[in-house]
């Protein structure tokens, strides 16, 4: 099974570029969902900042989805052999961290996310100082990801979060 996943901040312009250049280079279909107050899925052929406004997940799959769940845990069932972008939740002080990862299964999918995956990485910046808040104390974790819009956000003062917890992320380039 495949288990690929990274985490990452970036801003929704960059986040809507990526999209749709990886949309087009592999002919994805790419499906917004929204989990709150109701489970919605709407399929879109051109990624626009409004989706990730709504949405929480965006879906990139292989074919057109034939038939999909009103339901929120079927719809998952279904789609198992997708990539998943997990959008976190921004305000005017805050930046929550995105991630991106799938469980395929299917050989050939994982090889595809995994060059999807790779083209979000490469228009990063790897490597964070992961803080707790209270006690500043702090540590290098090589393994996230920030864009330049993320980064211009973060030094103009907003906290860059983790996606759940009260972790916060430093974003510097370089191991400083």
Do not use: C
Not at 58 to 76: A, D, G, V
Not at 118 to 124: A, L, P, R, S
Not at 135 to 149: E, L, M, R
Request: glycine content about 6%; charged content about 25%.
């Amino acid at each position: 099974m495949g288990n690929i996943n990274i985490g990452f901040h970036a801003q929704k312009d960059e986040v809507v570029k990526l999209i749709n250049s990886i949309m087009l280079q592999y002919q994805l279909t790419v499906v917004a969902v929204k989990l709150w107050p109701d489970f919605e899925y709407q399929i879109i052929d051109t990624m626009k900042e409004e989706y990730l406004n709504s949405a929480r997940f965006i879906f990139f799959s292989k074919e057109t989805p034939r038939q999909l769940s009103n339901n929120y845990h079927e719809f998952l069932v279904q789609n198992a052999e997708s990539l998943v972008l997990q959008i976190g939740e921004r305000t005017e002080e805050s930046m929550k961290e995105s991630t991106i990862g799938t469980r395929a299964t299917n050989s050939e999918n994982i090889k595809l996310w995994k060059k999807v995956i790779k083209i979000f990485k490469e228009e990063m910046h790897q490597g964070v100082w992961v803080m707790v808040p209270k006690s500043g104390v702090k540590k290098y974790y090589k393994n996230h990801y920030f864009t330049i819009g993320a980064k211009n956000a973060y030094e103009k003062g907003v906290k860059m979060k983790a996606f759940a917890g009260i972790n916060e992320y430093q974003l510097i380039l370089g191991n400083q």
